[in-house]
């Protein structure tokens, strides 16, 4: 009996760490959520920015896809939801302030996209004056 209960123990330990070795991280699914916007699979996109955020709550750029899809979808509200979760992890992720921008343009939010452009565009140059000091 005690042979039997190790040869199943031994399986069930054996499951346990392929099914770990097997799972993706947050950024993976990030990657492969690009790879599908690529194909314009845009549902699997979609799935693939959600498993990255599900895995890592504090992954901008899992956030950053998932608005984007949201935009194509013209789900803006999850869109800016989306984009707003990008600026709370990183406040200086500059893509995102001007994806916020367009997603408010298209709600008609003009005094809300305009904010949002102008702090992209300071955080732009700032991020730009600083490559051109590293490249000096």
């Not at 707003?84 to 200086?92: A, F, G, N, Q």
């Amino acid at each position: 009996m005690t042979v039997r209960f190790h040869k199943i123990l031994t399986l069930i330990l054996f499951v346990l760490i392929l099914t770990q070795c097997s799972d993706k991280n947050s950024g993976e699914y990030v990657k492969e959520g690009l790879e599908h916007l690529n194909h314009e699979q845009y549902d699997l996109a979609r799935e693939s920015f959600l498993k990255a955020i599900e895995k890592d709550a504090n992954n901008p750029e899992g956030y950053y896809g998932l608005g984007g899809i949201y935009n194509y979808q013209k789900k803006l509200e999850k869109a800016e939801q989306a984009f707003k979760s990008v600026l709370r992890i990183d406040p200086t992720h500059h893509n995102a302030w001007y994806s916020l921008g367009f997603t408010y343009e298209l709600m008609g939010k003009k005094e809300k996209s305009e904010e949002s452009y102008q702090k992209y565009r300071r955080l732009k140059g700032k991020m730009d004056s600083l490559m051109n000091q590293e490249n000096h």
